[in-house]
């Protein structure tokens, strides 16, 4: 099978001048594959930041966890010793019960924990779970007139997964009540514009399966190759992809490099149509991936992602994370210290004191 691609084939010399819709054609398949390009530039990246993260930032998170984990568990030996006043044991109490909890929504099947966390909470964990998802079963009842109810609901998982098939549901009623109404003719021409631009994919496709189709292939190599352009181009025809279907013509030598120059003015529009979609979606969906990374990962909207961008985002992280673990290891050292542990307390109690004067 040929290598060839559209976007990389030179642009014969032609004895006429190019129509406005070639030209549209052939910019449009150039915009597709710069977009190809930056999405697989973009690929690369989040794929070297997360290996960079889990090499330098995952094992600080879990010395953080160890180490916060160590300081629940000391605590509640702690409190197992005489000579606390009843203030003191209360403010150990609630120190046990806000680091637990805070172990706890990222690990909620550490028995350990969760059992010293039922033992000081005036509420379980399930309990307090349960809580907060009936609160949230209220929320989308009282703002997205959701009633969840009835639902068979035991996590917030779950709730979203609701939440998110009820609009899915809603949308597609107004979708056809939307149809029930007299389409104008603006948008009868535009159905059936799409129409006919599906049909036109269609064509390529069955010319595509009928010429690659594996099973009438006899040598084992070449037929794992034809089933691997086959899942191509299956997946191309499914979302509307031209640009890869016409390539795959091109490879199977079915078109020639300059195919452009002989597709008819309707056809051609048509083409032109479905390029300005495919570009639109990946335009879109790239830029969707980008500010979702931003949004995670606290970067300001609009800035360029790059190398050394994510570095410094690395390097933030695993230096916030190591402050956190100096800190937390310094309260570990004085739990360690009754005498110092009950002067925290004392000057923790005078602190709230003058703040509620205040």
Same mark, same amino acid.
């Given at each position: 099978?040929?290598? @060839? =691609?559209?976007?990389?084939?030179?642009?014969?010399?032609?004895?006429?001048?190019?129509?406005?819709?070639?030209?549209?054609?052939?910019?449009?398949?150039?915009?597709?594959?710069?977009?190809?390009?930056?999405?697989?530039?973009?690929?690369t990246l989040v794929v070297a930041f997360k290996i960079s993260d889990a090499e330098r930032v995952h094992p600080l998170r879990a010395t953080l966890k160890q180490v916060t984990r160590d300081t629940v568990l000391l605590i509640d030996r702690l409190l197992d010793q005489k000579g606390w006043s009843r203030a003191d044991q209360g403010a150990l109490?609630?120190?046990?019960?806000?680091?637990?909890?805070?172990? +706890?929504?990222?690990?909620? *099947?550490?028995?350990?924990?969760?059992?010293?966390?039922?033992?000081? =909470?005036?509420?379980?964990?399930?309990?307090?779970?349960?809580?907060?998802?009936?609160?949230?079963?209220?929320?989308?009842?009282?703002?997205?007139? #959701?009633?969840?109810?009835?639902?068979?609901?035991? =996590?917030?998982?779950?709730?979203?997964?609701?939440?998110?098939?009820?609009? @899915?549901?809603?949308?597609?009623?107004?979708?056809?009540?939307?149809a029930e109404h007299r389409k104008s003719p603006g948008q009868q021409r535009a159905e059936a514009s799409a129409q006919t631009a599906k049909q036109f994919l269609r064509e390529i496709y069955r010319k595509l399966a009928s010429a690659v189709h594996p099973d009438r292939e006899t040598d084992a190599v070449r037929r794992a190759e034809k089933t691997?352009?086959?899942?191509? #181009?299956?997946?191309?025809?499914?979302?509307?992809?031209?640009?890869?279907?016409?390539?795959?013509? +091109?490879? +199977?030598?079915?078109?020639?490099?300059?195919?452009?120059? @002989? #597709?008819?003015?309707?056809?051609?529009?048509?083409?032109?149509?479905?390029?300005?979609?495919?570009?639109?979606?990946?335009?879109?969906?790239?830029?969707?991936?980008?500010?979702?990374?931003?949004?995670? *990962?606290?970067?300001?909207?609009?800035?360029? #992602?790059?190398?050394?961008?994510? *570095?410094?985002?690395?390097?933030?992280?695993?230096?916030?994370?190591?402050?956190?673990?100096?800190?937390?290891?310094?309260?570990?050292?004085?739990?360690?210290?009754? =005498?110092?542990?009950?002067?925290?307390? @004392?000057?923790?109690?005078?602190?709230?004191?003058?703040?509620?004067?205040?």
């Amino acid at each position: 099978m040929s290598g @060839k =691609s559209l976007t990389h084939v030179r642009r014969p010399v032609a004895r006429t001048p190019s129509t406005p819709g070639q030209d549209r054609f052939r910019y449009l398949i150039d915009r597709i594959e710069k977009i190809r390009h930056a999405r697989a530039e973009w690929d690369t990246l989040v794929v070297a930041f997360k290996i960079s993260d889990a090499e330098r930032v995952h094992p600080l998170r879990a010395t953080l966890k160890q180490v916060t984990r160590d300081t629940v568990l000391l605590i509640d030996r702690l409190l197992d010793q005489k000579g606390w006043s009843r203030a003191d044991q209360g403010a150990l109490k609630d120190v046990a019960c806000h680091t637990a909890e805070a172990l +706890l929504r990222a690990d909620p *099947h550490d028995v350990e924990i969760r059992t010293i966390f039922d033992r000081y =909470s005036s509420l379980s964990f399930q309990d307090m779970k349960q809580e907060e998802l009936e609160s949230l079963k209220q929320d989308a009842k009282e703002h997205m007139g #959701i009633d969840l109810d009835d639902a068979n609901i035991e =996590s917030e998982d779950d709730l979203v997964e609701r939440v998110y098939e009820h609009l @899915k549901d809603e949308e597609a009623r107004q979708r056809e009540t939307s149809a029930e109404h007299r389409k104008s003719p603006g948008q009868q021409r535009a159905e059936a514009s799409a129409q006919t631009a599906k049909q036109f994919l269609r064509e390529i496709y069955r010319k595509l399966a009928s010429a690659v189709h594996p099973d009438r292939e006899t040598d084992a190599v070449r037929r794992a190759e034809k089933t691997e352009l086959m899942q191509q #181009i299956n997946r191309a025809y499914a979302t509307n992809d031209l640009l890869t279907l016409l390539d795959a013509q +091109l490879r +199977l030598e079915l078109i020639d490099p300059d195919h452009v120059s @002989k #597709i008819s003015g309707k056809r051609l529009q048509q083409f032109n149509r479905l390029l300005s979609q495919q570009l639109e979606a990946a335009t879109a969906e790239l830029r969707s991936l980008q500010d979702a990374f931003r949004m995670d *990962h606290d970067l300001p909207h609009g800035r360029a #992602i790059n190398v050394q961008g994510l *570095h410094l985002v690395t390097q933030r992280r695993a230096r916030e994370l190591r402050a956190h673990i100096h800190q937390q290891k310094r309260f570990l050292e004085m739990l360690a210290n009754k =005498s110092a542990t009950k002067r925290w307390l @004392k000057e923790q109690r005078r602190f709230e004191n003058s703040w509620q004067e205040d």
